[in-house]
């Protein structure tokens, strides 16, 4: 059985940081790409963060460019986004996703449960 399990979330004032934690089991994480996703109240889920399998390929939305960083680490079976300098626009929840390639559309197979993260002024 495939599980993501999100964790790092939070409450933080706007110009903080928070490090968002993936943690995958149940399937060959070192043969997936990884993705970040986030769903603000009211809002579709948009695309945040990709990484490829061997961390080669990174994609970022441009509103995170600069402020956020996806990384992972094979041997934990884990992928990381650090946010830095949150804005209250980053508020939402937050999706870690597994597939077969980095990007910033569908086709992702697995999700986690998400995780809140919320930035007040």
């Known amino acids: 059985q495939v599980q993501l399990v999100e964790s790092g979330g939070g409450l933080v004032r706007a110009g903080g940081s928070l490090r968002l934690s993936c943690a995958a089991s149940g399937l060959a994480f070192w043969n997936y790409a990884m993705g970040w996703f986030r769903q603000a109240p009211g809002k579709e889920r948009e695309f945040v963060a990709a990484?490829?399998?061997?961390?080669?390929?990174?994609l970022y939305t441009d509103s995170v460019k600069g402020r956020f960083t996806i990384s992972r680490d094979n041997a934990k079976n884990t992928v990381y986004l650090q946010m830095n300098s949150l804005e209250p626009e980053d508020t939402a929840v937050y999706y870690c996703a597994a597939g077969p390639i980095a990007t910033q559309g569908p086709g992702y197979d697995y999700w986690g449960q998400g995780t809140q993260v919320t930035v007040s002024s």
């Open positions: 990484i490829s399998v061997t961390g080669f390929n990174i």
